[in-house]
Nanobody, 115 residues
Framework: QVQLVESGGGLVQPGGSLTLSCAVS????????MGWYRQAPGRQRELVAT???????EYSESVKGRFTISRDNIKNTVYLQMNSLKPEDTAVYYC?????????WGQGTQVTVSS
């Protein structure tokens, strides 16, 4: 059974930094693309960043230059380093993994950017 477990969310002041982690268990050797998405209250879930197994990355325009996605294929873990955080980054962040032609999601972790 595939499970994605996220950690690292919390409350941070504007301009601060946080790092999210997501560990994947079960069928981990078949993970292809991994990514982070977020959903703010009253809004649809949106893409933040993705990374392929070989390390190719894509970012939404709103986070480009501030966030960095990375992964450890040995630990089956994906990370999201978030710098220069803004209040509009406040959302529940979800980890995603594409495994054997199926999407899997984590339970979500809250990130709140506020003074």
């Amino acid at each position: 059974q595939v499970q994605l477990v996220e950690s690292g969310g919390g409350l941070v002041q504007p301009g601060g930094s946080l790092t999210l982690s997501c560990a994947v268990s079960g069928s981990a050797s078949s993970i292809s693309t991994m990514g982070w998405y977020r959903q703010a209250p009253g809004r649809q879930r949106e893409l933040v960043a993705t990374i392929t197994r070989r390390g190719s990355t894509e970012y939404s325009e709103s986070v480009k230059g501030r966030f960095t996605i990375s992964r450890d294929n040995i630990k089956n873990t994906v990370y999201l380093q978030m710098n220069s955080l803004k209040p509009e980054d406040t959302a529940v962040y979800y980890c995603n993994a594409f495994i054997l032609n199926k999407n899997y999601w984590g339970q979500g972790t809250q990130v709140t950017v506020s003074s």
